[in-house]
């Protein structure tokens, strides 16, 4: 008897009925790669992987022992609905990973402030509750820089997300409309990649180095952006278990810890993403049956 295992993804994300056109969103195509990666290596644990729509009935959830947060690339615009829904699954007694109270923690970027106080190297950061042109240009002034990148505190996939320069202000008028975070411009970004560390149960897994399309600065495949193996040093893989480690959570399942280099060399975390990320399973082939391994571990 095979242990049913939910991949929480999401409408623009599952694949779509057979014989109906695939409407998704453009990196849905991850989706596929990710569950084809885990299911063979679940299967010969004993496993099942089911994917499932996070909006789904708490009673197509009956049997399952855990879910994982897969592609449910929307949460961000309904977070509380998505926390009530994690919630509702726990009481259930099905083990959510990672935790609900992880993902309270992880979805709000000012964690990145916390992370800071705990001695993490950080991108320097304004948290501010709304933002304007005014503000744009005071943030270069204070970061003492012609180009920066505006964020939504509550995010993913860069969706939201602007940069501007002296050159290319925003347009009269324009404000941001929601909390936001404020960071000088890395052209190591564009010049170098973002590195990436993909952790499954605490362990180190596999390494990717991301890279934007020409033109661009956002590295996510929505925007042309693409990946390329990677294998870190000592010194940066040392820097990305620190990060691990000042983490709230001893060992989660899995976490992504996306790094980017500052002017001074050293490696600045941009997120410790332990929602939904996607795990990167091309340049991780032994990603199945690790988490396969660590979620029998869990299960007992």
């Not at 623009?12 to 885990?38: C, I, W």
């Not at 304007?132 to 997300?161: H, P, S, T, W, Y």
């Not at 000088?184 to 897994?205: K, M, N």
Request: hydrophobic letters at 40%.
């Amino acid at each position: 008897m095979t242990t049913r295992i939910g991949f929480l993804a999401c409408a623009d994300t599952l694949p779509p009925p057979e014989g109906v056109a695939d409407e998704r969103r453009g990196d849905a195509f991850e989706h596929d790669l990710e569950t084809a990666a885990l299911r063979p290596a679940f299967a010969a644990a004993g496993l099942e992987l089911v994917e499932i729509d996070w909006r789904a009935p708490l009673g197509e959830f009956e049997g399952m022992a855990l879910v994982l947060l897969g592609t449910a690339w929307d949460y961000q615009d309904h977070p509380d609905e998505f926390l009530d829904k994690l919630e509702a699954l726990a009481d259930m007694g099905i083990a959510v990973c990672n935790p609900p109270d992880v993902v309270r923690w992880n979805a709000d970027k000012r964690y990145l402030r916390e992370l800071d106080e705990r001695g993490v190297t950080t991108v320097p950061t304004l948290w501010l509750d709304d933002l304007d042109n005014a503000g744009v240009l005071e943030a270069m002034d204070g970061f003492g820089c012609d180009r920066i990148v505006v964020k939504r505190q509550v995010g993913a996939g860069g969706l939201g997300q602007h940069s501007f320069s002296r050159a290319q202000l925003p347009e009269d008028g324009w404000r941001m409309g929601r909390p936001c975070m404020v960071q000088p411009f890395l052209p190591s970004v564009v010049e170098e990649g973002e590195y990436t560390f993909l952790f499954v149960d605490g362990a180190f897994s596999h390494g990717v180095l991301k890279r934007a399309a020409e033109g661009e600065y956002r590295i996510q495949s929505l925007y042309g952006g693409y990946e390329c193996d990677f294998e870190p040093d000592a010194a940066d893989l040392a820097k990305a278990q620190s990060v691990v480690a000042s983490l709230p959570i001893d060992r989660p399942l899995y976490c992504r810890i996306d790094m980017a280099r500052l002017p001074s060399g050293d490696l600045a975390v941009m997120e410790a993403e332990m929602i939904e990320p996607y795990l990167y399973p091309q340049q991780g082939p032994e990603l199945g049956k690790r988490m396969a391994e660590a979620i029998l571990k869990r299960l007992g």
